[in-house]
C-alpha cells in the first residue's frame, strides 16, 4: 500500500523534500483561510484545475510524484513522545447553573441590544455598533414554543485560544480516571512531550482540553449560551480556521434556529442563545396508549421517574455538537470545537442498580439516581497531524478529505486508561475530518476480543450485537459499546485496534487482520494500536450492571407520502454563483443532486427538498463512485435503514438496525430509509460528514415551513455581518420538486 506518509525510515533528503512541498502550500493555506485568496484565484493562478482539485504540480501537491518517485508528505515530529505512556483524561464537565445566572436574561427572540465593534472585524469601521446576539432576530428566529419549555438549566461557555485548565472537573474520583490529579493545572498539549500549543493553533470550549461533556435529561429544557471568544481579526487563526461559528447539536430534536444552521453563524464578541428543550420526538404527535407507553420517562432527582410526553421508542442517549460554520466546517471541529452530550431517560438512567421494570441497567455506577459517570465513559477519537514546531497543523488543499497521522483519544496521544475487572460502557465517537475507523479490541497477543454493540449514533439498539470487531465507523458516527474486563487478570493489557486503512480521504482502501493490525503491517500510521487498557484492580462493589437481551425496539412508522432521490458525487456546477450564501466558485469537487436537478453546489439560500409538517418520507441515499464513501447526516429526525443497494431488510446488519442519523453509502452503495418530520419547523441540513466533503459544496438545506404561522412560505435566508443579520427573503434557488 502506498502511504499518504513517508515511513519513518525516510531519508532527510525526501523529509527536506516533502516539507518544502507542506511549506510551499502553507502560505496559499493561510491566506486562503483570511479570505485573501479565492477559489476563482486559484484557478487564475493554475494551482486548482478546471474541476476544482489542486493541480499536479511538482513541489505544491503532495500526491504528485517527485524526483524521489514517492507521492509522501512528512510524518509529525512527536519529540521522543511514545504511545501508551500517558493516562487517558476522562471528559471535562461543562457547569450545568441557574438560568437565573444569566446576564442578560435570555429571550424568546434575540437580544438586539447594541456594543460597540472591534474595527478588526471583517467589514467594520472604526465607531460602528452591532447587536450582542449573534442569532438572526425577529419572530421567524425565535425560540419555537420558548414558554412551553422554559429553560430550567444554563450552560454558559466561551469558544476560546487555547490556555491551560485550572479547573478540570472529570466527574469521578481520581482512582476512576487512571490517576490524574485533576486540581493540577492542564496545559493543552497533546502529550506531556509534545510542545504546548500556541493559543490560535488550538480553539476549544473554554479554551481547554480534555474535551467538554454536558449531561442532560428529558424534560429538563437547557439554554446552551455559547459565547465567540476567538479573535476578532481572521489572520489571527494559526494558519487555519475560521473565527465566525455556529454550534449544531448533533441530532438534537428541536426548532431549526437552534440546530446550528450552517449559515446563522455569529462573530467575535457575540453570543448565541441556543434552545434545548429535550424532548421525545412525537411530542405533540404520539397519542397512542400502549401497554409499554410508561416507559416514556425521565429520572428524577429521588431515584424514580416521572412520565413525560412523546414516543419512548424515539429515546436517544449520546449526542455530540459541533461547530457547522460554511465551508469551514472541517477546519474548525478539527481545531477544537466538538464536544459530547449524554442523554438520560428513564431508560438509559446512568444509574446501574435502579430495578424498576424501566430502567435497562447498564455499565455507569450507582452514587447518584441519574447520570453516574464511573463506569461510562466517553471517547473522542481524531486524528491529528502536527508542522516541524509540534502545532496542529492542517491542509485545506486536500478535498478528498484530510488525514493525520497521530491517533488521539480525548485529544491525548495513544494514552491508556485503567479499568476494573467488571463492565464497562464506552461511547466512542468518531471526530475526524475524512478517516474512518474500525475497531477492535485485542489481547497483549494481538488476539480479538468480545465487544457488545449497545447503541448507533444517539440511539440504543433493539437487541445488542457480539462482534469480534465494530463495523467501519463514518465521521460523525457514534458507537456506543460494553467491555466485560471480569473475563482478565489483573495486570493484563489490551488494546482498541483499528483495522481501517487509508491512503486518501475519500474511503478506507482495505480492512486489515486484526493481527496485521496489532503487529505495526500497514503503511498508514493511523492502522494499529491506538489506546491501551490496563487492568488494575477488582470493583470495590459488586457489578450490579448488565446488557439486557431487548433494548429499545424501533417506532412504528405511518405510511409515507412520497420518496426522494439524493445523489452523492464528483463535481458540481455552482448555479447561484455570486450569491452571499452560496459556494464560493462556479465549479467544485463535490455536490448533491436530486430528485430532476443538476448536481448543484452548496447553497444555504437555496430550498433543495421541502417535505410537509406531520408526515413521513422515504429517503434514497446514492453514492455515484465506487472510489470513495460519505457518510450522510441529515439534521433534525432520526431514520430507520429500510434496505442497502436495493435488496431488502436482510441486508441491514444487526448494528443498523436501530436508528440513526449518519448512513454511510459505502462505495457505489445506496441507503434507503424511512423517517418524520413533526414536532418543530424550519431550515435544516443534509451532507456529507466528511466535513472536507461538506467544505467543499457537499451539502444542502432542506425545510419544514407548513407548520402555521410564521412557516408559511420559504423561510428567508440570514446572512449574518458583526452589524447585525440582513435577510434575503426570496430563496437564490428552489430545485425542482423540492415542494
Not at 232 to 258: C, D, K, L, Q, Y
Not at 366 to 382: C, F, H, P, Q, R
Not at 506 to 520: E, H, I, W, Y
Amino acid at each position: 500500500m502506498a502511504s499518504i506518509y513517508l515511513p519513518p525510515n525516510a531519508s532527510r533528503a525526501r523529509v527536506r523534500y516533502a516539507e518544502r512541498a507542506r511549506d510551499n502550500r502553507r502560505e496559499i493555506i493561510r491566506q486562503r483561510s483570511w479570505g485573501r485568496v479565492t477559489r476563482r484565484d486559484l484557478f487564475k493562478w493554475g494551482l486548482f484545475t478546471s474541476a476544482g482539485l489542486l493541480a499536479p504540480i511538482n513541489g505544491l501537491n503532495p500526491f504528485v510524484r517527485n524526483a524521489f518517485g514517492d507521492t509522501a508528505i512528512p510524518l509529525s515530529p512527536l519529540f521522543g513522545a511514545r504511545p501508551f505512556t500517558q493516562p487517558m483524561p476522562r471528559f471535562d464537565l461543562l457547569e450545568r447553573k441557574a438560568v437565573s445566572a444569566l446576564n442578560p436574561a435570555p429571550t424568546a427572540q434575540a437580544n438586539l441590544t447594541q456594543q460597540g465593534l472591534d474595527p478588526r472585524l471583517p467589514t467594520v469601521r472604526e465607531g460602528e455598533t452591532g447587536p450582542i446576539e449573534g442569532r438572526p432576530h425577529g419572530k421567524i428566529w425565535a425560540h419555537q414554543r420558548f414558554a412551553e419549555h422554559a429553560p430550567k438549566v444554563a450552560v454558559e461557555v466561551t469558544q476560546a485560544p487555547a490556555t491551560t485548565n485550572s479547573t478540570y472537573n472529570p466527574g469521578v474520583p481520581s482512582s476512576l480516571n487512571s490517576g490524574i490529579n485533576a486540581s493540577v493545572p492542564l496545559p493543552l498539549q497533546f502529550h506531556p512531550g509534545l510542545p504546548v500549543q500556541n493559543p490560535n493553533s488550538v480553539w476549544t470550549f473554554n479554551g481547554t482540553i480534555p474535551p467538554k461533556l454536558l449531561l442532560t435529561r428529558y424534560a429538563e429544557p437547557v439554554l446552551f449560551r455559547h459565547h465567540n471568544g476567538l479573535p476578532p481579526a481572521v489572520s489571527e487563526n494559526g494558519g487555519f480556521g475560521r473565527h465566525t461559528i455556529s454550534t449544531h447539536e448533533h441530532n438534537g430534536h428541536h426548532g431549526a434556529e437552534n440546530d446550528g444552521f450552517t449559515g446563522a453563524f455569529f462573530f467575535p464578541n457575540q453570543f448565541y442563545d441556543y434552545h434545548w428543550p429535550i424532548v421525545l420526538a412525537g411530542h405533540y404527535s404520539y397519542n397512542q396508549v400502549g401497554a409499554d407507553d410508561f416507559k416514556a420517562c425521565t429520572p428524577n432527582d429521588a431515584g424514580g421517574t416521572d412520565p413525560i410526553p412523546g414516543d419512548w421508542r424515539e429515546t436517544m442517549s449520546t449526542h455530540w455538537f459541533h461547530d457547522h460554520m460554511f465551508s469551514f466546517t472541517a477546519q474548525n471541529v478539527y481545531k477544537g470545537n466538538a464536544a459530547m452530550m449524554n442523554i438520560y431517560s428513564g431508560l438509559d438512567r446512568g444509574n446501574e442498580a435502579i430495578n424498576d421494570g424501566v430502567n435497562l441497567r447498564l455499565p455507569s455506577g450507582t452514587a447518584k439516581s441519574w447520570g453516574n459517570l464511573d463506569y461510562d465513559i466517553n471517547l473522542m477519537i481524531a486524528d491529528k497531524a502536527f508542522d516541524s514546531e509540534g502545532q496542529l497543523l492542517f491542509d485545506v488543499f486536500n478535498d478528498d478529505g484530510f488525514l493525520g497521522d497521530v491517533m488521539t483519544v480525548n485529544l491525548a496521544y495513544k494514552p491508556y486508561f485503567e479499568v476494573e475487572r467488571r463492565k464497562y460502557r464506552f461511547r466512542i465517537l468518531n471526530a475526524s475530518v475524512a478517516r474512518f475507523f474500525k475497531i477492535a479490541l485485542a489481547n497483549a497477543s494481538g488476539v480479538a476480543q468480545p465487544i457488545i454493540q449497545i447503541g448507533n449514533d444517539g440511539n440504543l439498539l433493539p437487541r445488542p450485537v457480539v462482534l469480534t470487531a465494530l463495523d467501519e465507523q463514518g465521521i460523525a458516527e457514534r458507537y456506543d459499546i460494553v467491555i466485560d474486563f471480569s473475563r482478565y487478570a489483573i495486570g493484563d493489557k489490551l488494546y482498541f485496534v483499528n483495522l481501517a486503512e487509508h491512503d486518501d480521504g475519500r474511503a478506507p482502501k482495505r480492512d486489515l487482520s486484526v493481527a496485521a493490525a496489532f503487529n505495526g503491517r500497514s503503511g498508514d500510521p493511523g492502522v494499529g494500536k491506538f489506546l491501551e487498557f490496563r487492568v488494575v484492580r477488582d470493583p470495590a462493589q459488586a457489578d450490579r450492571s448488565q446488557v439486557p437481551d431487548v433494548m429499545i425496539p424501533n417506532p412504528v412508522l405511518p405510511n409515507p407520502v412520497r420518496e426522494r432521490t439524493f445523489v452523492f458525487g464528483r463535481g458540481g456546477i455552482n448555479t447561484t454563483f455570486g450569491a452571499p450564501s452560496s459556494y464560493e466558485g462556479l465549479f467544485a469537487p463535490w455536490a448533491i443532486k436530486t430528485d430532476g436537478s443538476e448536481r448543484v453546489t452548496a447553497d444555504w439560500g437555496r430550498i433543495s427538498a421541502a417535505p410537509r409538517f406531520g408526515t413521513c418520507e422515504i429517503w434514497h441515499l446514492v453514492n455515484d463512485g465506487a472510489g470513495w464513501d460519505h457518510p450522510i447526516h441529515i439534521h433534525f429526525e432520526e431514520g430507520q435503514i429500510l434496505s442497502r443497494s436495493g435488496e431488502g431488510p436482510s441486508e441491514v446488519p444487526p448494528w443498523e438496525r436501530g436508528r440513526k442519523d449518519v448512513y454511510r453509502l459505502r462505495p457505489g452503495g445506496t441507503v434507503t430509509l424511512q423517517m418524520q418530520f413533526r414536532d418543530w419547523g424550519g431550515m435544516f441540513m443534509e451532507h456529507c460528514h466528511n466535513t472536507t466533503h461538506e467544505d467543499n459544496a457537499m451539502l444542502l438545506r432542506w425545510e419544514i415551513d407548513d407548520l402555521g404561522a410564521p412557516f408559511l412560505a420559504p423561510l428567508p435566508t440570514p446572512i449574518p455581518h458583526p452589524q447585525g443579520v440582513e435577510f434575503v427573503y426570496q430563496p437564490t434557488d428552489i430545485l425542482l420538486n423540492a415542494f
